[in-house]
């Protein structure tokens, strides 16, 4: 499967189109990992647990977005954006939606 940010795919030809698609899911950080975060706080860097999280987070909802396109039958996902909210304390939504079409 085909999945770009970009509203056409270069070199192929939209031939249909299923609407728009989406995937997302909402992760909670737990106690280790806010201890780590809080040490680096104190020093700086990268927070790798969040990071980790974060891309995890990406994947799974990036996976659940692809298998409602392949259900409708579309072999891409178009125009595809990212977008992150807190839902409760300590607990974040990725979400992610496009446009599955069918290309040649």
């Known amino acids: ?19 728009v698609v989406s995937g997302s899911t909402v992760r909670a950080k737990h106690v280790g990992r806010d201890l780590m975060a809080g040490l680096k706080n104190i020093v700086g860097g990268e927070l790798k647990g969040y990071t980790e999280l974060l891309s995890e987070a990406r994947d799974q909802a990036m ?31 990725i979400y992610i939606y496009g ?4 290309v040649e």
Do not use: D, H, W
């Open 1 to 19: 499967m085909i999945i770009t940010n970009t509203e056409t795919i270069p070199g192929k030809k939209i031939v249909a189109c299923y609407g």
């Open 63 to 93: 996976l659940r977005m692809q298998q409602q396109a392949s259900q409708l039958g579309a072999n891409a996902v178009v125009n595809v954006r990212f977008s992150t909210s807190s839902v409760a304390a300590g607990a974040s939504e």
């Open 99 to 102: 446009t599955a079409v069918m």
